[in-house]
């Protein structure tokens, strides 16, 4: 099944639409950024790994309805899996802001203490967990959904995931055993058009990821467009199903990847980049806000200083960290007492 | 050693072009290869994840549609078990793949078809079914890129038996390693590292453009080459770390240490004769490994020596990845990497002994 946000009755009250705006604002404001930081030590001639952000940089911007709109009915003690491209996620699941900049600035303040990176974050506080590696956080979903269901808790688990994933084995697999075994679990696929340089058509034999669910008996969802109050009411459902012992569903949002698979990007293979940026979901949403008056230019104002608040403040106390001892380098391979 | 081994160990290897003539990064050496043989044998076609429009993500493969059409240079899905078998059926019919598995690290998701199929039907056909294909793969670290796309892992590959491993340090050999990996009638995984490739987005190192021919020529898989003559120590290497050892013998030369450098430039076969005679040489032999320590190339190549001749040993040591997954944060991957300090700290402390 198909749904336009037309069509999408939104049962949310105004401070609810503002707090899906807020949330998005908030998660654009970091990835920017990261985005000036990434680059202003790079130049002159790109360098990957130079600077104070080195190493890959997977931006989501353009995908934050997917994160604002699925987290809002996330608990912190459910659990999200994410991907390469995780930063809207983990912002939307409350992670705290200075341990995510602490470790995309490689910092001993980091979730990680500077040893994962910016594809590598785990945070229990928030059951928050990524990989590099695609389509590889679809099982262990499953596990915490599992988890979950056995302590007989109300918990949820959601997997995202690119549409690219969903052609690797593990998606499949996934879908197949939660609804085998009818766990908690959320699969959520942000459809960008693009894996790498890889158009969706020309790596997915059908239109929707939708149908594929469905295939496996799961209820499948396509949000047609990026729009993260249909996110929201689609996410609800689904969530609502999982906690209610009924079971996994599927939701496929046709998102957009405003900037380049990562910082570096030329996207020579992308033929309708000159468009993108008018289709940016955030000022989209703004005015939607605004002609439904519900967002005046008071309160948009605040929601931007405030995130520009937040997002120096977890920036800048990134940068005055200490950056991790080389002598540890092998701290954390076991753990500490237990090395056989 | 099979008879076309044999052979080829005694052919002399191409002479290297003088200086002043055409050169290439490796990235441009390796992507010379493949369209050469694609253009001479029509049963070659290259496939992978962004191999098409893209030029593959360390441009093994640019230049490479636009010349040969999607017919032969074919984009995938993400679904690396599909398309890796799909290359070993191929093979298996006769035709001659060469697929990329992006990033080593993502061996993981499609390793089955690799070490069960790929590597093994050879073997369990007793002789009578080929794959030849090649799986090609990025390696290595240095640029912050995390535990998961920053490894080596050759001697994962090299550990499991029925394929041949190499891993070209410079332009030169990438061309003629990839032109012997093509018409190998065995699987070939050939490894390239991120660090040697010249890309114009990563720090360069000064060895990754260098002289290549441009007719066809082979670098015969399985023959080691001294990259430096020396007398007091050898190190036994490959790849990238091939540079950081030639820079520290550099540095050395000076204060009267005279460092041998030996760049493997395959594990599977590998030079067991070349390790030998360069141990009997200096007795010193340190091995400069960026795979993790325990369990690979290190530990065979001391076995190597041992196994011959445990007396030509008047010192062994090894500079190798700690067993720890590599860091994210710059000081911390520094540490773990076989740096040129750390190739050098070795050097002198097997000189002083
Ligand atoms: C198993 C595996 N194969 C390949 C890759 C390389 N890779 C990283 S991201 C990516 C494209 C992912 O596309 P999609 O799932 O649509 O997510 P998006 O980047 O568009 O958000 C690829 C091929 C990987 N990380 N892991």
Redesign the pocket.
Known sequence: MTVQSTEVASGLTTEGRQELLRRMILMRTFEEAVLRDYHADKSPGFDIGAGLIPGEM?L?AG?EPVAAGVCAHLETRDALTA???PHHLAIGKGMNLRSLAGEIFGRETGLGHGRGGHMHLFDPATHFSCS?????GFPSALGQAFAFQRAGSRNVAVAV??????N?GPFHESLNLAALWKLPVVFVI???D???S?A?AASTSVPSNAVRAVGYGIPGLRVEDNDVEAVHAAAGAAVARARAGQGPSLIEVHTL?LWG?FEGDAQGYRPELAQVPDRDPIPAYEKRLRDAGALGDEELEEMKASALTQVADAVEHAKAAPTPNPDEARKYVFVEGRIS | MSQATAAAAHRPLPREPEPGTRRLNTAKAIQEAIASQMAADPSVFVMG??VGAYGG?FSSTTGLLERFGPERVLDTP?S?SAFIGLGIGAAVEGMRPVVEL??VD?FG?CMDQIYNHMAKIHYESGGHVRVPMVLMTAVGGGYSDGA??SQTLWGTFAHLPGMKVVVPSNPYDAKGLMTAAIRSDDPVVYMFHKGVMGLAWMAKNQRSIGAVPEGDYVVPIGKARVAREGADVSIVTLSLSVHHSLDVAEKLAPEGISVEVLDLRSLVPLDRGAVIATAAKTGRVIVVDEDYRSFGLSGEIAATITEHDPSLLKSFSRVCVPDVPIPYARELEYAVLPTSARIEAAVRKAVAA
Do not use: K
Not at chain 1, 132 to 136: L, N, R
């Open positions: 997977h989501s995908q991907t390469h491209r590099g590696i695609v389509a590889e995931a690119g549409e690219g994933a969903a690797a942000e459809d960008n693009w894996g790498i890889v969706r990847r698979h | 994840e962004d993500i993400i690396e992006m990033f993502f998701v998961q796309h």
